[in-house]
């Protein structure tokens, strides 16, 4: 079994190269189309690197299969898209401003989030404040923004199953998250006050 900490090396190495392809197939539709929903869509990713390396040290960490497959899949889906010629269902423009509003919400729940990111399920401390005062996962809920204004923006059939896959993937892991944090008293009290997952009043 691999050590912890080279466990950890290799998520963080695996988290840099899927960017790293995302950056070379956004910036090369960048440069031939002009488009910018792409490269919010690559904003939002950026953080997940970031954070990535400043991270704190988990209490508890889940390990189970089931967390470690929609965590793989919620993380390699983003990469996986792919900007085409195809004609978005509505002008770029549209969709642009879509994808801000979504980053601007991964942005929030990343500041609140600080050095508490990480990318299994795992106790990193409870975080209360900003976004997650309206939602349990807003971070998620605005990768699921950003994804389907990149999904109207370049609508074809890869892009349609990336994104169903990755993002029933992503709110999977979303709830075995609260599973692993419902046996700390302070984020049962704090599920007690915030009760939506990702969308207000929906879910």
């Not at 197939?25 to 488009?35: K, L, S």
Request: proline fraction near 4%; include cysteine.
């Amino acid at each position: 079994m691999l050590h912890e900490h080279t466990r950890d090396l290799i998520a963080r190495f695996i988290v840099g190269l899927l960017f790293a392809l995302m950056c070379i197939n956004i910036f090369a539709d960048v440069a031939r189309t002009g488009h910018v929903t792409g490269l919010l869509l690559l904003a939002s990713e950026s953080l997940v690197v970031l954070l990535t390396i400043v991270r704190r040290k988990a209490r508890i960490v889940h390990r189970s299969f089931a967390a470690a497959a929609t965590t793989t899949l919620s993380l390699a889906g983003p990469p996986l898209l792919r900007a085409t010629m195809t004609p978005g269902l509505v002008p770029d423009v549209a969709t642009a401003f879509v994808s801000a509003l979504g980053l601007t919400v991964v942005i929030l729940g990343k500041i609140a989030l600080g050095r508490s990111f990480g990318i299994a399920p795992a106790n990193r401390g409870i975080v209360a404040r900003g976004p997650y005062n309206v939602v349990r996962h807003p971070i998620y809920a605005g990768y699921l923004v950003t994804h389907v204004a990149f999904l109207v923006a370049h609508p074809t059939t890869w892009n349609v199953a990336v994104v169903l896959v990755a993002d029933s993937a992503l709110i999977l892991r979303a709830l075995i998250e609260e599973r692993v944090l419902a046996s700390d008293r302070e984020y049962r009290a704090y599920c007690q006050r915030v009760g939506w997952h990702l969308v207000p009043l929906v879910f």
